[in-house]
């Protein structure tokens, strides 16, 4: 069984600076493509990045590149999302994904196994 944990959410001002965490157990997270989405109220739950097993691949929706950053730490079987520049439209809940193949992607229907969640709220 696969286990995923969000952490570091909360409430910011515009401008304003968060970074997420994804911590994994249960399976071989080396070796695991991973993802960030998000989902506003009211909204379908929408690609924010990616990363394949190594950390050498990133992927990113237009609305973020160059604010948002996504990382790993294999060693520490953790993924992370730097968020800067936070704009009102990025509130949403955030979810951690995990595919069982390397290679990352914006699809939601390549991942297996998903977090429960974290709230970003940023304020205008």
């Known amino acids: 069984q696969v286990q995923l944990v969000e952490s570091g959410g909360g409430l910011v001002q515009a401008g304003g600076s968060l970074r997420l965490s994804c911590a994994a157990s249960?399976?071989?997270?080396?070796?695991?493509?991973m993802g960030w989405f998000r989902q506003a109220p009211g909204k379908e739950r929408e690609f924010v990045a990616a990363?394949?097993?190594?950390?050498?691949?990133?992927y990113y929706v237009d609305s973020v590149k160059g604010r948002f950053t996504i990382s790993r730490d294999n060693a520490k079987n953790t993924m992370y999302l730097q968020m800067n520049t936070l704009k009102p439209e990025d509130t949403a809940v955030y979810y951690c994904?995990?595919?069982?193949?390397?290679?990352?992607?914006?699809?939601?229907?390549?991942?297996?196994?998903w977090g429960q969640g974290t709230q970003v709220t940023v304020s205008s």
């Open positions: 994904a995990a595919k069982d193949s390397g290679l990352g992607s914006n699809s939601r229907l390549g991942y297996k196994y």
């Open positions: 990363i394949n097993w190594s950390g050498g691949s990133t």
């Open positions: 249960g399976r071989t997270f080396s070796s695991s493509g």
